[in-house]
């Protein structure tokens, strides 16, 4: 079975602060990348970016980038200029975007953004 | 577009009940999955299915039943209901190559 680890269960940040979220996770698998998810209080969850494992850059979608270093298993997830409304819990889940494997989630980090 | 819908949102069931949560999908997706949500916990898959007709166990099957009625349509029974199922149920879709997986909005389950 695969082993997800989001090593940090809550975080408290300063609002516009820039914040890092690490997830490493550990597949025999060289295709897979990795998938970040929110899911804020009301509980839906919201895709946010997805890096390939063959990409050469690293992903990035707006104030959202990943730091994904392959060898190392790991793709941590930066959020530049963080907002009140970045408050959330935050998921990964490694896998390819081929769309039929089991997608499998990391426990989580609870994101708490302080005004 | 609806994206995907799940139903019923919110359900109480006594134990020893039955149900089924219902999932479907608009987005011609071949792939959808069932996810259970423990309170202050990470996802974990219950059942997958990767094409009409297929479907495979998760990480927590037991307790469970599935049927990928056609392509739209991936339903989720519970024969038995146990007060350890009570937990928020995620339904999920993704298509090859889309680097995205669709969530429904998630149905709240208490077993009592």
């Known amino acids: 079975a695969q082993k997800i680890t989001q090593t940090q269960p809550g975080m408290f940040v300063q609002e516009k602060e820039a914040v890092t979220l690490d997830c490493t996770y550990d597949?025999?698998?060289?295709?897979?990348?990795l998938f970040w998810y929110k899911q804020p209080s009301s509980g839906e969850m919201i895709f946010l970016i997805y890096?390939?494992?063959?990409?050469?850059q690293n992903a990035t979608e707006g104030r959202y980038s990943l730091n994904f270093q392959k060898a190392r298993k790991s793709a941590n997830l930066v959020i530049s200029a963080s907002q009140l409304g970045d408050s959330a819990m935050y998921f990964c889940a490694p896998g390819t975007n081929f769309g039929n494997e089991k997608l499998t989630f990391g426990t989580g980090t609870r994101l708490t953004i302080i005004p | 577009n609806a994206g995907v819908t799940q139903t019923p949102k919110f359900q109480v069931l006594k134990t020893g009940q039955s149900m089924t949560l219902q999932c479907a999908q608009d987005m011609n997706h071949n792939s959808m999955y069932w996810y259970r949500q423990d309170p202050g916990m990470g996802l974990r898959l219950i059942y997958y299915?990767?094409?009409?007709?297929?479907?495979d166990k998760g990480e927590v099957p037991n307790g469970y039943n599935v049927s990928r009625l056609n392509k739209r349509e991936f339903s989720l029974r519970l024969e038995s209901a146990a007060p350890s199922q009570t937990s928020v149920y995620f339904c999920?879709?993704?298509?090859?190559?889309?680097?995205?997986?669709?969530f429904g909005e998630g149905s709240w389950l208490t077993v009592v």
């Open positions: 299915s990767a094409s009409e007709g297929t479907t």
């Open positions: 597949t025999s698998d060289p295709s897979y990348g």
């Open positions: 890096q390939g494992s063959y990409d050469q």
């Open positions: 999920a879709s993704t298509e090859q190559g889309s680097g995205t997986i669709y």
